[in-house]
């Protein structure tokens, strides 16, 4: 039984792709870092099948304690400051993490065993003011926010420790992809669970910020497998996963209230705080070579996502109340 280790378990990807390897046959081992109240509501229905072990992204002995503990085949590092309004409020925290932290697990896998294969969460945000479209692999990076700063960095040094040790290492540049497990901070799930909550009269309207930016929207179930196929590759390289489909969060909103009958014009209210300091207007992603070298393709599509997480958010709420955050599906 091949051993996965996965930092970042406790997040949306991170319990996709804990359920996905253990489907494949692998031992799954989670980081999960300290925290006064455990968060482990995402994987809590995979306890006892899965093995959860304390690390932190920004502590470098601590990762290569874990190396060493679990012998791990493959790591995946999923563990980021992943919320670009954050990164805007914690610029240098989300520099520790999001980008000297990927050192921190490259460094930890040359010192204890350098045959370890690595995936490295990479982003969109990296093309931020895009050069061209669609984006590519090839397509240059202009990040807009802290965020997307540090994930290009994040992204050169997986490249970089890949030609100068000739290190097993991918960086996956996935585009946004949500579920009903995402944060209820980013917009897709914050427009859900707005809609499940107009729709059972606990509330009556949302606050939103820019309804005209675009984005090439996945969901998460369907891009786990694509990082586990990056990683049974004889060469490792770096791949673009999207849909090839851009939406605006004013389609978003619009199919999330409809799917309940409401026009979304009665419920939304625009809020300039919410609008970003700088932002990405347009993401469109060509994963042309995901198709052909992975063999991956996307199953479900926008509609269908947005319904699934409108639906999921109105059983949870329905099953535990409105001051609920515990998404089941
Ligand atoms: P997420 O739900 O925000 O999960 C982030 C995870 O990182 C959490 O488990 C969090 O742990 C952990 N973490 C944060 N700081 C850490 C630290 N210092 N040490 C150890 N763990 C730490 O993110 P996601 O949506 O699953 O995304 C997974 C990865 O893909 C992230 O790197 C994200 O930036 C990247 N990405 C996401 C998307 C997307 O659309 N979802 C697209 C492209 C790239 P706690 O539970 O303790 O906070
Ligand atoms: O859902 P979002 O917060 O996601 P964003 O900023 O695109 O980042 C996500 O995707 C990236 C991949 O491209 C990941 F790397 C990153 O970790 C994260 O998962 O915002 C999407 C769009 C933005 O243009 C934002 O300005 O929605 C717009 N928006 C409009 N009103 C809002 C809101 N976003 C949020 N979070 N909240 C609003 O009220």
Redesign the pocket.
């Known amino acids: 039984m091949p051993t996965a280790l996965i930092t970042g378990i406790t997040g949306q990807d991170g319990s996709y792709l804990a359920e996905t390897l253990l489907g494949k046959g692998y031992r799954v081992v989670g980081v999960a870092r300290r925290s006064s109240t455990e968060k482990f509501e995402r994987v809590e229905h995979l306890q006892g099948a899965i093995e959860i072990i304390q690390a932190d992204l920004l502590d470098q002995m601590s990762l290569i304690n874990v190396m060493k503990r679990i012998q791990p085949k493959e790591v995946y590092n999923l563990a980021?400051q992943?919320?670009?309004?954050t990164s805007f409020e914690q610029p240098v925290l989300t520099a520790q993490v999001t980008a000297v932290g990927v050192t921190h697990m490259l460094e930890a896998i040359r010192a204890t065993d350098p045959t370890i294969r690595f995936y490295q969460a990479s982003?969109?945000?990296m093309f931020g003011k895009v050069r061209t479209s669609p984006q590519t692999e090839d397509t240059p990076f202009y990040p807009r926010?802290p965020?997307?700063v540090a994930?290009c960095y994040g992204h050169w040094i997986t490249v970089n420790y890949r030609e100068s040790y000739d290190l097993y290492a991918c960086s996956g540049i996935?585009?946004?992809?949500?579920s009903p497990r995402r944060g209820l901070?980013?917009?897709?799930?914050?427009v859900t669970d707005g809609v499940a909550r107009i729709t059972l009269g606990e509330a009556d309207h949302l606050?939103?910020?820019?309804?005209r930016?675009q984005?090439d929207w996945g969901f998460a179930g369907d891009y786990v497998e694509a990082m586990w196929r990056m990683l049974q590759q004889d060469e490792p390289d770096d791949y673009v996963i999207a849909t090839g489909v851009m939406h605006s969060?004013e389609d978003l909103v619009r199919i999330a209230f409809a799917h309940k009958g409401l026009d979304w014009k009665l419920h939304v209210k625009t809020?300039q705080s919410?609008?970003?300091p700088a932002?990405?207007?347009h993401?469109l992603g060509d994963a042309a070579k995901a198709h052909e070298k992975l063999g991956w393709r996307p199953k479900v599509n926008f509609e269908e996502m947005i319904e699934m997480m409108v639906d999921a958010d109105i059983e949870r709420l329905t099953r535990n109340g409105k001051t609920s955050v515990t998404p089941t599906t």
């Open positions: 980021a992943s919320f670009v309004p982003s969109s945000e926010s965020y997307g994930k996935l585009f946004n992809h949500e901070e980013f917009v897709s799930r914050k606050r939103l910020g820019n309804l930016a984005r969060v809020d919410l609008v970003r932002e990405v207007d993401l």
